[in-house]
């Protein structure tokens, strides 16, 4: 049942915390339903209501982790999430048993017919995850996340007068000014360097709880419970391992000339860290302005892209369903996530006044327009998105169908910049992206390893993947401390190379633009549409898209753009 239309302003929404009593009576109702049912309609009806039930409190929890990160100074929703860490982790008995239940219906196949192979593909994975025994060690990792994420989210320093959180260092590390870039980007490195202490020990204490979960569940290591966290049935470690080598041989050589050409416009004898992320001499194409005058820029684009994304434009705008600007206590980074009950997405980030403000408009408002469109298209909650690396997709070729519009974020005289700023970006990220990956296998290869030894590994891969990479003497990053300010690597383990598998993709369909715009965006829409009802392989096969893990397939997508970017 929609019940979007009586949504109102998401900051009217009144959060209540759930029954979760109640819930449980609920759900072991329609599990002895399900259990008993005399037809596949009775079966049906008893697990439709269940996943209503999950909605509901999902709901809840969204609206509460949204209001935390908003700001983390706020002690009622800090509580609340703490709550939801223990409230969810005791609903495991509960939902294994409806897992196992679905499994063994004897209307599986009737299922099958209406919902797809999909339905009993992540049942079977969730059904190897979920043990009473994992419990306590669930709700300990929720509680150490949460300390990381105060503990990034209090960092603050005096910039040139100004009191500036990591985001709002950003900007002064892009300014076209070396001196003031390599001051910001020394600000910053203190920053972690002072917290580094506190964030090595947290992510020790997670990789404990990590590996204790995977060995509860019988599971050769974390790396084995991670794959299966990320819902990843279609390939594993191996597959990956050799997706990175491609990388390694295709891109990473074209972004090290990408590098020496940048090295070059600046008049920089060696490229430094805080180099990189200026583009031109005489500074990058900076956003014509704020949050009051990009939104309704994206609101035109996005009315003139298509009706699907005017219609869902207009509905965020309508009911406030997002909050852009950085403030003190704000968590740090950005995402989209999504309220059930009022099928709606909400998109969180930190503008800092540079090109990443018009990339959110278009990679987080990417995911919005997928989950608003498979919220509209799927019949279950478990199909409103799908795997990470599938999701990404919908995210980066957005920001490429947002290409013709790039005038209008930063004016006439800046189009080529911005273009050539995001392009070369999104490739030359992509060794960064693997970095992140392989680090963390090797982490729960050797999970008894001392922070000194990660750091170690770490600058080890680095050299690997980037080989252009000098962090001019601080010897916190030189000897590999880099990798901490990464929150994917403590929050989400292995979602990372998720963005470089489908930049991939995103790749080969703004290949497509170029030939076929009309065509592109219908592969694109299909994608979106079809949210999470099919696994990864065939979902890129709905798309036309090849798989990045075959040999020659990173190649074959990324050479349009080493070609347009004339490396």
């Known amino acids: ?112 017919a209406e919902f797809g192979r999909q339905l009993f ?47 709002g260092l950003l900007k002064h590390m892009e300014s076209p000014d070396r001196e003031e870039r390599k001051e910001a980007y ?31 569940l019988g599971l050769s290591d974390y790396t084995a419970m991670g794959y299966l966290n990320m819902h990843r049935a279609d390939y594993g470690p191996e597959e990956v391992a050799r997706f990175r080598e491609q990388v390694r041989t295709v891109i990473v050589p074209a972004v090290a000339k990408l590098r020496q050409a940048q090295a070059r416009r600046l008049g920089v004898d060696k490229l430094k860290y805080y180099d990189e992320t200026c583009v031109f001499p005489d500074g990058n194409a900076d956003p014509i302005g704020g949050e009051s005058v990009l939104v309704p820029v994206a609101q035109r684009m996005y009315r003139e892209i298509s009706p699907e994304t005017g219609e869902f434009f207009d509905f965020l705008s309508e009911h406030g369903l997002f909050d852009l600007e950085t403030r003190p206590g704000k968590h740090i980074g950005g995402y989209c996530t999504y309220l059930w009950d009022y099928r709606a997405p909400f998109i969180f980030s930190n503008f800092n006044g540079t090109a990443a403000d018009v990339n959110v408009l278009t990679h987080e408002a990417g995911h919005a327009f997928a989950g608003y469109t498979a919220m509209r298209s799927q019949p279950i909650m478990s199909y409103l998105s799908s795997t990470s690396e599938v999701n990404e997709i919908h995210s980066m070729t957005m920001e490429h169908f947002a290409y013709p519009y790039l005038k209008d974020f930063f004016g006439e005289d800046k189009v080529d910049k911005a273009k050539f700023a995001h392009l070369s970006g999104a490739i030359s990220t992509i060794p960064y992206l693997v970095s992140v990956d392989e680090f963390q296998h090797r982490v729960y290869e050797k999970p008894s390893m001392s922070a000194k030894e990660r750091r170690a590994v770490w600058h080890e891969i680095e050299q690997k993947y980037l080989p252009w990479r000098d962090y001019d003497g601080v010897p916190f990053l030189e000897e590999g401390g880099f990798w901490m300010q990464k929150q994917h690597i403590f929050l989400y383990p292995f979602y990372y190379v998720d963005y470089a598998l489908a930049q991939v993709c995103a790749f080969q369909l703004y290949g497509r633009m170029k030939q076929d715009h009309k065509a592109a965006w219908a592969s694109y829409l299909n994608l979106c549409r079809a949210g999470g009802s099919k696994g990864y392989f065939d979902l890129l096969h709905l798309a036309g898209l090849d798989i990045p893990f075959e040999k020659g397939s990173v190649e074959k997508a990324v050479r349009h753009v080493i070609d347009e970017l004339n490396v």
């Open 186 to 216: 020394l600000a910053w490195a203190k920053l972690y360097t002072e917290i580094a202490d506190k964030l090595d020990k947290q992510y020790d204490k997670l990789i404990k709880i990590r590996v204790r979960m995977a060995k509860k």
């Open 121 to 167: 593909t992540l049942a079977e994975i969730d059904h190897k995850t979920q043990s009473n025994k994992i419990i306590p060690d669930l709700i300990q990792q929720g509680n150490v996340e949460n300390v990381y994420k105060k503990t990034t989210a209090a960092c603050k320093t005096s910039f040139r007068g100004e009191e500036v959180n990591f985001y």
């Open 1 to 112: 049942m929609e019940r979007f239309s009586d949504m109102g302003q998401f900051s009217k929404i009144e959060y209540k915390r759930p029954d979760m009593r109640a819930l449980k009576k609920k759900l072991k109702q329609q599990l002895r339903a399900l259990k008993k049912a005399a037809s596949y309609e009775e079966a049906r009806a008893a697990y439709l209501a269940s996943l209503e039930e999950t909605g509901h409190v999902e709901t809840s929890y969204v609206v509460a982790s949204i209001r935390n990160t908003l700001d983390t100074t706020d002690k009622f929703y800090d509580g609340e999430m703490q709550f939801f860490n223990r409230a969810v982790a005791m609903l495991m008995p509960v939902s294994k048993a409806l897992t196992e239940s679905l499994l063994r219906s004897p209307y599986r196949a009737q299922f099958e």
